[in-house]
């Protein structure tokens, strides 16, 4: 996990199997093969905007549905806020992947949307960090920092952001107080704030934790991290983009988030998984 990360293009090729950290087993292969019986051989192109959290997921996803299709794959990750706008304004995306289910249900209430395909495929963890903290790690401690000693994403592009700014005003902290704190473009980079030693304490999401503890680029104790759990869940929802409607790598992309290996997948990387949810 890069922690400096900002909005990327990213091109997922076949080799990347090769060289990447994950291992598929051969069952999961014959799995995806089974399920695409139903679905064109015709080799097609997908660009695929995912919410920044979910990048690495993305990236791991495409590896896999690139090693056993005919189809290609573009990862586009960015807040969620961000890629929503982009996409009413004309930006030539295949599917949404998106931290909240609001946008993706604006986006088709402006039509803009292939309307059954939404749906619920993760369900994100807020969590409050603070290594060191002299007490317990609690959101009504918070008030006991400056402002500026506290990360967060910032609520008006980024859903976790949203869900952070409900937990301190839960907390009862004053608005000049909420004011002040440090926000950033995506609830990545909160935990890149703390690494590097700029806020005290942040919001991050479990799946960011995850990744950098898996990677070895973390190194986080239980008791300094506070899990809100369904408190402050974050349901992800995912759409296809009207322009793609006939898209099969779109479509096959979309059909796999319920297939048990990229499940796994997903509830590897620090989600929980919804049952099939769909608006």
Known sequence: MNWALRDVQTRCPRSALERGSRSWPVA?????????????????????AVAANFRDTALAIAQQLEATSVHRYEIISGSTGKLA?????????????AADIQRPRELKRRGLIVAESLQVYAIGELGLWWPHASGAVTADNLIHLEPGEVGIANPAFAPYGAAAWRVMEDAQMHTEWLSRVIRV???????????TG?????????SSITAGMRAGSLKVEPED????SD???VEQALVIISRARDNEAAQFWVSQMQAPVIREVIRAD?????????D
């Open 85 to 97: 706008a982009q996409i009413i304004n004309g930006a030539p995306f295949d599917v949404l992947m």
């Open 28 to 48: 999961s292969f014959i799995i995806l093969f089974s399920v695409m019986g139903g679905v064109g051989l015709q080799a097609a192109e997908a660009r695929i």
């Open 225 to 228: 991290i506070l899990w809100f």
């Open 198 to 206: 700029q806020v005290k304490a942040g919001f991050v999401a479990r």
């Open 270 to 278: 620090g989600y929980r998984l919804p049952g099939r949810v769909q």
């Open 231 to 233: 408190r402050a869940s």
């Open 185 to 195: 473009d995506n609830v990545n980079l909160v935990t890149g704030l703390l690494v």
